[in-house]
């Protein structure tokens, strides 16, 4: 099955600095990536959507300064999270598209916990 | 976006089937029905998808209604690594997925 990856699975980092995050397709290619949060015990929220080559597309009240996203290559799209704050600790979950697919599947990655201190 | 109503929660005896209801009443003709499950502290999961046939693959059944305003995600025999949340979703037109609520499966041994 078709298997994406994210790395780190887990950071911790001040308050101030910044945070990079990975999400690559590992046997297919994604043209579309999709980047989400979700906060304990709630669902996940979409935050933007990735178009390799492209600008990324922001859900409304998500600052597009503040969440960069890169999306480089058919693999690879970076979600960073500028100057983060403790009330940007979450949950970071990447999903991506398979280019070459017939359906609308999305395959998810397995998340990066966010520990802003 | 189509919306999808699931029970908050639902328990089930390990080695018992369980069956998971979506309603989706608002569906139109070209929504296709995808479910996804989320262990604890993991991304999702895909499970199945269908428009209007009945589908079955490796991990479950997805029975879809004749009006297509309900499904049902049958998993046949629960297991204790089954016990996740469960989410019934109509991708929109740009493939994006909505989550609500989802139901929390329990699977009791």
């Known amino acids: 099955g078709a298997v994406v990856s994210q790395h780190p699975s887990r950071v911790i980092c001040k308050s101030g600095t910044s945070v990079k995050i990975e999400c690559r397709s590992l046997?297919?290619?994604?043209?579309?990536m999709f980047w989400y949060r979700q906060f304990p015990k709630q669902s996940l929220m979409l935050m933007a959507t990735s178009n390799e080559g492209s600008k990324a597309t922001y859900e409304q009240g998500v600052e597009k300064d503040k969440f960069l996203i890169n999306h480089a290559s058919l693999t690879l799209s970076t979600l960073t999270v500028t100057s983060a704050h403790p009330e940007d600790s979450s949950f970071y979950i990447c999903s991506a598209r398979d280019r070459a697919g017939r359906t609308d599947t999305q395959y998810f990655g397995p998340g990066t916990r966010l520990t802003v201190l | 976006d189509a919306k999808t109503t699931q029970p908050n929660s639902m328990e089930s005896n390990e080695e018992e089937p369980v069956h998971l209801p979506c309603n989706h009443s608002t569906i139109s003709g070209t929504d296709y029905i995808h479910w996804y499950r989320q262990l604890p502290s993991q991304g999702p999961e895909y499970v199945i998808h269908g428009l209007t046939s009945n589908v079955n693959n490796r991990m479950a059944s997805l029975a879809i209604a004749e009006d297509r305003k309900s499904s049902t995600l049958i998993l046949h025999r629960a297991t204790l690594r089954d016990a996740a949340v469960y989410y019934c979703i109509l991708p929109n037109a740009g493939n994006m997925l909505t989550f609500g609520g989802g139901t929390r499966l329990m699977v009791k041994p």
């Open positions: 046997d297919f290619q994604a043209t579309t």
